[in-house]
């Protein structure tokens, strides 16, 4: 077993703490990984603090894992020692029914395995995430990251990444479609880069004024402040997708009467709380209103490589690991642009 520091909660209303367990032994199909850094994502919070329902405590958060190979199994083919990877939200899954294997496994019929806080397929236990000195997991869920591009800010491309990349590119989106992003955090500020490489024409909805100037520097063509009642009147069927990045309560009704005919919003935040949907809001133009989790290993693997490609990143502030319940507070406060990313050194 191989002796593994951490941060964990002990409890939904406590603060984070040191926290010790023991990693698995590499099999042969597995990669060890030092972790450098590890993202810190608004679900890791939701989690913390059981709002989801299902937490299990002792619990180590995160999903947005990059890192040094340290050992790989005798059957691993894609890893050497020394090679950087990364590991998202997803550790297994079954890997038969037809989502695995269109390569959309975090659809599974049976379940996939969360990176932590999720039921362990080898252990019988509960996984643990990336607040955490190592980890251990089968190569297809390992994924493959690039030298050229700073290791902290690839970090949240694990999660914030692929959560506004993977919508984009099912429903298409490109030049000539004009496209708008709510919320401008650590996925919003994602969904603005990838838009605008896209070639879309992107608006930053927001009800902070002091956000236009960054929308601006992130690619947004335009910004609206959706807090005035004129500005909204004006943006009625103006957008062709909507890509709702918000995780707090909100009235979804005030966006989708933004949308042109056929137009589709997509959520990606997760609010803890039903939102109530009048169906005039659908109706009237026969819009759509969908819902996107993540991405499958090959999608997300097509999103680092494109990162690699354009020299995409996300903004990032680096953390030692002990300021952990501090970025939580801040976090919730909208108080980092855009992403914080723990330096696992100070562990």
Known sequence: MCNTKAY?????????APFQFD???????????EIV??????????????EWGGSQYPLVPGHEIVGKVTEVGTAVTKFAVGDLAGIGCLVDSCRECDNCRKGLEQFCRYGSTGTYNSKDKVSGGVTYGGYSSQI????????KVSPNLPLSGVAPLLCAGITTYSPLRHWKVGKGH????????????????????FGAEVTMLSTSPSKEKDAQHLGAHHFALTSDPQTLKGLAGK????????SAEHNYNT???????????????????????MAFSLIGGRKSLAGSLIG?????????????????????????????????VRMLKGDVRYRFVLDMATL
Do not use: W
Not at 8 to 16: F, I, S
């Open 255 to 277: 966006y989708l009467q933004m949308l042109n005919t056929d137009g589709v919003m997509v959520c990606v935040g997760a609010p803890p709380t039903p939102s109530q949907i």
């Open 178 to 197: 004009k496209v708008a992003v709510v919320g401008l955090g650590g996925l919003g500020h994602m969904a603005i880069k990838f838009a605008a490489s």
């Open 37 to 50: 850094y590890c993202g810190v994502c608004h679900s890791d919070l939701h989690q913390v603090r059981n």
């Open 23 to 33: 990693r698995r032994e590499v099999r042969p199909s597995d990669v060890k990984i």
């Open 239 to 246: 957008f062709d997708f909507i890509l709702d990045t918000v």
């Open 8 to 16: 964990a909660a002990y409890n939904p209303t406590g603060e984070l």
């Open 136 to 143: 251990v997991a089968d190569e297809a869920f390992v994924l």
């Open 296 to 328: 499958g290993l090959p999608e997300t693997q097509e999103m680092l490589d494109y990162c690699a490609a354009h020299n995409i990143v996300s903004d990032v502030e680096v953390v030692p690991v002990n300021y952990i319940n501090e970025a939580y």
